[in-house]
């Protein structure tokens, strides 16, 4: 009796105020990292499509390319007479501090810091898989990292990363000719058919490599560290460790005895 009072006070109550589940639901759903990745990278099409001309630029949308030990999946790649441009979307919050050189960035929220890998690094596999498979020359594929406007940046960032309109005026600052309009078709046909089909499969057979790198690199350092420490700090005799920098993100080997030894290693 009273189980099914409670089921007919529930249902009386979703009756009422269904809406309110609705938009529970929905403002939870655009707090997930995948849905902002994708209205990042929606934005981003939007406004390249906007500014740029379509009878000079054609925009390709994620991209899934085979590599020789699984797929790399690329957010958008702009086809123009002026090369090709390999665009990388970070959909961020919170301020960005980096360089070209550094192998992690740094984004802090408030008082919380984390690290992420260059995505200028990250890119230039995108960008080295797409000179492969189409045999183009190196001046001829471009680099871009776009943020999106919730990122500021906290440090002077390279001349191809900044948000989507620092990305537009970058690419059209390219105006030296490397492609013919034939040349450009036969590009963007041969792109067609070497790119992967786009679907759920292909989706989680690139999600699935890319858990297997992240396994691998996480594997790798535990073999590292425990190697590191079976040396010995010349100052202290105490065992050296793997260790991170705060402040840039990179790795380095110090005296397990810090702070009271700063001895730092190669």
Not at 89 to 95: H, L, R
Not at 136 to 154: D, G, I, N, Q, W
Not at 183 to 200: I, R, W
Request: hydrophobic share 40%.
């Amino acid at each position: 009796m009273d189980f099914y009072f409670f089921v007919n006070l529930f249902l009386n109550a979703l009756s009422q105020y269904w809406f309110v589940l609705i938009f529970v639901l929905v403002v939870n759903l655009f707090r997930l990292p995948v849905v902002k990745g994708m209205i990042g990278e929606w934005y981003v099409n939007l406004k390249l499509t906007r500014a740029l001309e379509r009878q000079q630029y054609q925009l390709f949308k994620n991209v899934t390319l085979p590599t020789s030990n699984g797929t790399t999946q690329i957010d958008h790649i702009l086809l123009s007479p002026f090369g090709i441009f390999v665009i990388e979307t970070k959909n961020m919050q919170g301020w960005i501090f980096g360089s070209e050189r550094q192998t992690k960035w740094t984004q802090q929220i408030y008082k919380h810091k984390s690290s992420f890998q260059n995505p200028l690094r990250q890119n230039y596999k995108h960008t080295e898989t797409l000179r492969d498979l189409l045999a183009l020359p190196l001046e001829s594929v471009h680099s871009v990292v776009v943020f999106t406007a919730r990122a500021k940046f906290k440090t002077d960032m390279p001349v191809n990363v900044g948000y989507v309109n620092d990305a537009i005026s970058f690419i059209q600052s390219h105006q030296q000719v490397c492609f013919s309009e034939l040349q450009m078709m036969e590009l963007a046909h041969q792109l067609s058919a070497k790119k992967l089909q786009a679907g759920l499969k292909t989706h989680l057979q690139h999600v699935k490599h890319v858990r297997e790198i992240v396994e691998y690199k996480q594997q790798s350092h535990q073999i590292k560290d425990k190697a590191v420490v079976k040396r010995i700090c010349p100052r202290c005799d105490s065992g050296l460790v793997a260790r991170k920098n705060r402040k840039t993100g990179e790795d380095f080997i110090g005296c397990s005895s810090y702070p009271k030894c700063r001895y730092i290693g190669n």
